[in-house]
């Protein structure tokens, strides 16, 4: 069965680095999104993107934030200069494209960031 | 209360028994979603019911809807130690321009053997 991967499974960096987390969609779906969760929160919505561009982003999706599909199997997201509250897990989904009443979003199995 | 916000918090039953979650929400919706979580690891999508369906099942899984209350339930009947995990209800709402989750607090469940 297709599903999302994640790369890596586990990231730590140093404040004030940049970091790339990475994710593969499944192959059919044309809408990719971030999530995250600081632990014991809830999930949180970060960016959606569809057709190579941002098609809605969230307040936490600040300057320091970017995203991009390099090629036609990569989904990225950019930290620029990572902070502390940044630690959290961060989670790709992919979605076909269809009706908004029964599109299912897929998720990945997470990268967990640790920022020290 | 939150939009997405599930009860109870924590549930604590015995195998074969069943265990039943509620979700509440606040917007208009297109779609309630639910999904499990294991702890630490990754959400793994359990069911979708749409905005104009009542009931829906799959497997051990029963899904409500009522959109007058803004409520769904989750009943996992027959519950296996397997079962253990979080779940979380995330929710489409109308008022946005693509799709977006919000998600609840979830109800971490425990299914002793």
């Known amino acids: 069965e297709p599903e999302v991967t994640q790369t890596p499974s586990h990231q730590v960096t140093q404040m004030g680095q940049e970091v790339i987390l990475r994710c593969v969609p499944i192959?059919?779906?044309?809408?990719f999104y971030w999530y995250r969760q600081i632990l014991g929160q809830k999930v949180e919505f970060l960016v959606s993107?569809?057709?190579?561009?941002?098609?809605?982003k969230s307040e936490i999706f600040d300057d320091q934030f970017s995203v991009e599909r390099p090629d036609g199997s990569n989904f990225t997201l950019k930290i620029r200069s990572t902070k502390l509250e940044d630690s959290a897990m961060y989670f790709c989904?992919?979605?076909?494209?269809?009706?908004?009443?029964?599109?299912?979003?897929?998720f990945g199995p997470g990268t967990r960031l640790t920022v020290l | 209360s939150q939009q997405g916000e599930e009860d109870p918090q924590a549930l604590s039953i015995q195998e074969g028994e069943n265990a039943t979650m509620n979700c509440s929400y606040k917007t208009s919706i297109n779609n309630l979603q639910w999904y499990r979580q294991n702890s630490g690891r990754g959400l793994v999508h359990l069911i979708l019911i749409r905005s104009n369906e009542r009931e829906k099942h799959s497997g051990r899984l029963r899904v409500t809807l009522d959109t007058s209350k803004k409520s769904s339930s989750l009943l996992i009947t027959a519950s296996r130690a397997a079962d253990t995990a979080s779940y979380f209800c995330a929710t489409d709402a109308k008022n946005t321009g693509f799709q977006k989750l919000v998600f609840g607090t979830g109800t971490r469940l425990l299914v002793s053997p």
């Open positions: 989904a992919s979605s076909e494209i269809g009706s908004r009443s029964t599109d299912t979003q897929y």
């Open positions: 192959s059919n779906h044309l809408y």
């Open positions: 993107f569809y057709n190579n561009e941002i098609s809605e």
